[in-house]
């Protein structure tokens, strides 16, 4: 399992009041060594820092789905919008067995002043997920929440994270990845409709074809043959040998 301890911190020898913000953290992060992320890949653990207190990622999700998605930085307008709307969906996530956990690459005691705003701005009577204050970016490194030019500058201390989002079923398995540019805010209902289609593939053995959306049909796999597909799904539509549709 990867850990932390592939991105040690280290500070210069110089007075904190003499280095600018930026650079006073050197890194000795090797890029050579980041984690290769894959779907299927056990999602790598770590400790943090959050909203909520210090938490074990694997044990804050404990036998839940996850949601893992990064920010760029606190008081900044598209990632006010997002976490507003990601705090209003809780009801949908916690409906699914699904623990959202945010990430910022800023300190705990700033996404705490950031958190009034967010409330305040989306009608939220409490915002109820943790954060995760990342000012060092370790995790966003042991995630690769970051864009070529923040990549390129791991060992000089200014990195840029980018807007990742990672799915994490109940066995800790990476289960899908999506990055965008800072730019541009995510799509929080596509969030939800992929979560309800893993789900869906995992409890009924189908998978789900182009914009699928709760309720449609989904198709049944190549690997099962016609008789099984009777035993399993009863009726079925068959578009082609290979393009079968049923309901499930
Ligand atoms: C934003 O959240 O608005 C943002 C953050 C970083 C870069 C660009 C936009």
Redesign the pocket.
């Known amino acids: 399992m990867f850990s932390r301890s592939l991105f040690q911190t280290s500070r210069p020898m110089v007075a904190k009041s003499q280095v600018p913000k930026a650079v006073r953290y050197v890194r000795t992060f090797k890029q050579e060594e980041q984690p290769r992320l894959r779907i299927n890949a056990l999602a790598p653990n770590f400790t943090a820092e959050t909203t909520q207190g210090k938490l074990d990622f694997h044990e804050y999700l404990g036998n839940s789905w996850g949601v893992l998605f990064s ?3 606190d008081f ?5 919008t997002e976490l507003g709307a990601f705090a209003k969906l809780k009801p949908e996530f916690d409906q699914r067995n699904v623990k959202l956990i945010g990430l910022s690459a800023e300190g705990v005691d700033k996404h705490q002043k950031w958190i009034k705003d967010i409330e305040e701005l989306s009608n939220l009577d409490k915002f109820s997920f943790p954060v995760i204050g990342d000012s060092n970016r370790e995790v966003a490194f042991l995630y690769d929440m970051v864009d070529e030019e923040g990549f390129k500058n791991l060992s000089k201390g200014i990195v840029h994270t980018i807007r990742s989002v990672f799915i994490v079923d109940p066995a800790k398995k990476i289960r899908l990845m999506i990055s965008y540019p ?2 541009v805010g995510r799509n929080s209902a596509e969030v939800l409709r992929v979560i309800d289609a893993l789900q869906k593939g995992d409890s009924k053995g189908v998978v789900t074809p182009i914009d699928w959306q709760p309720g449609q049909d989904v198709i049944i796999p190549p690997t099962v043959s016609d008789a099984d597909a009777k035993k399993k799904f009863g009726d079925f539509k068959t578009a082609k040998p290979y393009l079968r549709f049923t309901k499930a």
């Open positions: 920010h760029p930085a900044t307008p598209v990632c006010t800072a730019s």
